[in-house]
């Protein structure tokens, strides 16, 4: 029989909640290193996966191993010592290893602190890429291979003879230590290692129980396949990747279920604002916009507030879809809102929705920081302001409505879901109705915004011809100004875009300021050149987009405040300058404000030399394609899914293991179980479900307000 230790929790059951600290072996100080390693429980250790695997079942014989292959092999050290080069006077640290059928040399250069480590004698792993010894020209070398030293005989089965994980590791607490700890918790947590997932979910998706699932993936003796192990494939991994996205779905269809249950008075609408709108344009809705315009309106006439997404690439006209479920709700008596991240968009939006009501007499405020006109606020309170467009935090922290009915919320991504929330703790229930811009694809979209409803306008408005990208150099900016001339002196209009960064904003827009006097002066002194950036007042930045629209100036020099709304199908040229600093999303928006002509438009992409590997595979993705799905797969391949979704900001459960672009086929079995359940049991009430609203809770923790199960 086993004994426990002594220990501060000998008396109480086990836990997997429990610290990390009182595992055997841990105690405080190396408590504080699985704290580097994100690891505070016990949970915590179990889902700490290997980054790989590696296969001790078999060692390679020494006189096996092969030049250009990375190999294992296990033997004595027969020699240690550091010698030192001629030529470069490196110091470098030699092992001599063998096991009977041959040695190898291991090298380690400048770190003479290895002579510590080794002695000769003790039995060793070496890991890492053979080559010829670079000294003797024969004979195995291998440098700076990882190393396991086996001291312990009683340890031996642990770290060879079978399949070993490898995990990510922080100086002070090496994979072998932590092997060892995790066998220590596998012989106290073994039988609290409960399956809280009911077995007809197990039994349909073929998932094998979690006791197994964590005893195979940090002593694998099942699976042998080390292709599949090490591609993060196996069965343990789609039975951790399920539970991530089970409780994931399950927290969003709970939060889907409160929502339907709300009520508010269905809207009563006979569209006469709407018709006079649509009457007022020069141009004819697109057949996407008219089924979004009308999936809305089924929204809105029903006694549920509305919770809808709307995708669309940049361009396909998401803006006047918004403003007529808007009008809408002011044909109510209600008041509307678009929210927006920045001061700029707040902007951009507010003049161009001006003009687009401008014959509707209705009453419509910009509310920012720089722009609080006490009239305004006025209005809002008192119910006179039928459209309020105003940055998000602006809006949530200091505006009272008196009946905001509708709130519409642009570019979703740097907002997060929780959005709701802040309006609802303000005692608003108002319809939502989320923009996004970036489009991704519809399971995908439906897996992360799972509780909401989703409409796709997949069409853009007719006539626009695909813009020409080119990438230049530095080197070659006369190249790419000679190709700006040419449009302009056919009479074509261009945009000059300078980065803005935040940290150096006043550098940055010292820099676009100094350009513009260069490219007025130097380049282009025969036209006419505006001036646009954020540190404008609005009226004048307002004065300056007219000077351009109206054909008053030639080349806009603009920093990113032009990212959106405007709208001139004059000008077919935009350069970019400093490319590179700029994201995908932002590069899509930007080269969208080109090409709403007849005229064939292109977007130079002005990059510095020498571009960083994301960098380059971020402008060559914008030269292949104009497409916005296929610029967001490869952004959400290049950044990833946390900071692509920004699941930080979202107050989504984060993912730890499971991978939304590997696993996406989990993801969907996992939400479509999730929602059924839910539909079975809305409340979450029966017993058997009674591990699952634990788990929901601690996975949540206070981001999910699941009003019916707490
Ligand atoms: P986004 O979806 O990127 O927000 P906007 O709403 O800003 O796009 O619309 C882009 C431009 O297309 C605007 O100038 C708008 O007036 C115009 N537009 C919108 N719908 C149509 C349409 N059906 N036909 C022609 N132009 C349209
Ligand atoms: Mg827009």
């Given at each position: 029989m086993k004994t426990t230790l002594e220990?501060?929790?000998?008396n109480l059951t086990p836990r997997l909640t429990d610290s990390i600290q009182y595992v055997k072996g841990v105690g405080p100080k190396r408590a504080e290193l699985f704290k580097k390693l994100n690891i505070l429980t016990v949970e915590d250790a179990l889902t700490h996966l290997p980054r790989r695997y590696e296969d001790r079942g078999n060692f390679k014989k020494i006189s096996q191993i092969k030049y250009g292959e990375i190999e294992t092999i296990s033997g004595i050290v027969k020699a240690a010592g550091i010698n030192i080069t001629s030529r470069k006077r490196m110091k470098i640290f030699e092992l001599v290893v063998g096991d009977g059928t041959g040695i190898i040399t291991a090298k380690w250069f400048?770190?003479?602190?290895?002579?510590?480590v080794f002695k000769v004698g003790q039995k060793v792993i070496l890991n890492g890429k053979v080559k010829m010894n670079s000294y003797y020209g024969y004979g195995a070398e291998i440098d700076s291979p990882e190393y396991e030293i086996i001291d312990d005989e009683a340890d031996v089965l642990l770290h060879t003879g079978r399949i070993v994980p490898i995990y990510p590791e922080t100086s002070g607490l090496s994979s072998r230590q932590i092997r060892v700890i995790m066998k220590n918790i596998f012989d106290t947590y073994l039988s609290e290692?409960?399956?809280?997932?009911?077995a007809d979910i197990l039994e349909h998706n073929k998932l094998i129980p979690l006791s197994t699932t964590f005893s195979e993936v940090h002593f694998p003796q099942m699976e042998k396949d080390m292709a599949l192990l090490n591609s993060g494939r196996s069965e343990m991994y789609r039975r951790l990747a399920f539970d991530e996205f089970f409780f994931l779905e399950l927290g969003l269809a709970l939060r889907k279920k409160d929502m339907e249950k709300e009520k508010r008075d269905a809207l009563k609408i006979n569209g006469e604002l709407l018709r006079q709108l649509i009457n007022s344009l020069s141009f004819k809705l697109t057949s996407a916009q008219v089924r979004v315009i009308d999936e809305i309106k089924n929204d809105l006439i029903s006694p549920h507030p509305m919770n809808r997404l709307i995708q669309g690439d940049v361009?396909?006209?998401k803006t006047i879809v918004a403003l007529s479920a808007m009008l809408m709700a002011i044909e109510n008596g209600l008041q509307t809102v678009i929210m927006v991240p920045t001061e700029i968009l707040a902007e951009q939006h507010y003049f161009n929705i001006k003009s687009l009501i401008s014959k509707l007499s209705l009453k419509i405020v910009l509310l920012t920081s720089s722009r609080k006109d006490k009239e305004d606020i006025k209005a809002v309170e008192d119910g006179n302001a039928n459209i309020v467009i105003g940055t998000h935090a602006l809006i949530q922290d200091d505006i009272r409505f008196k009946m905001l009915g509708l709130a519409v919320v642009d570019e979703q991504h740097k907002f997060g879901v929780m959005q709701r929330g802040a309006l609802k703790k303000k005692g608003y229930n108002p319809d939502i109705l989320i923009m996004t811009a970036t489009p991704i694809p519809r399971t995908l979209a439906m897996s992360v915004y799972g509780d909401l409803d989703i409409s796709v306008i997949d069409e853009l408005p007719p006539g626009r011809t695909p813009i020409k990208t080119l990438k230049f150099y530095k080197s070659h900016r006369l190249e790419a100004f000679k190709l700006v001339k040419k449009e302009l002196s056919n009479g074509r209009q261009c945009y000059i875009i300078y980065p803005l960064i935040e940290e150096s904003e006043k550098v940055d827009l010292k820099a676009a300021t100094e350009m513009a006097e260069h490219l007025k002066k130097d380049i282009f002194p025969e036209y006419n050149l505006g001036l646009l950036h954020g540190r404008m007042k609005t009226e004048e930045k307002e004065k300056v987009m007219k000077d351009f629209k109206e054909g008053r100036t030639n080349i806009l020099v603009s920093t990113t405040v032009i990212e959106v709304g405007i709208d001139v199908p004059n000008a077919s040229v935009m350069l970019i300058e400093?490319?590179?600093?700029?994201g995908l999303a932002q590069l899509h928006q930007l080269r969208?404000?080109?090409?709403?002509?007849?005229y064939q438009s292109c977007c130079l992409l002005m990059a510095e030399y020498p571009l960083s590997d994301d960098a380059k595979r971020r402008l060559d993705i914008m030269i292949k394609t104009n497409n916005g799905f296929d610029i967001a797969e490869e952004d959400l391949n290049i950044r990833g899914p946390g900071e692509f979704f920004g699941t930080k900001q979202s107050g989504l459960p984060e993912l730890k293991n499971a991978n939304i672009l590997r696993d996406v086929k989990i993801l969907e079995a996992a939400r479509r179980e999730a929602f059924e359940l839910i539909k079975k049991d809305s409340l979450l009430s029966m017993p058997e479900h009674n591990g699952l609203k634990t788990i929901l809770r601690q996975r949540w923790l206070e981001k999910l307000e699941l009003g019916t199960i707490s």
């Open positions: 220990s501060p929790k000998m400048n770190q003479p602190y290895m002579k510590n290692i409960k399956d809280h997932l009911p361009g396909c006209g400093h490319a590179e600093r700029f969208g404000r080109v090409g709403r002509g007849q």
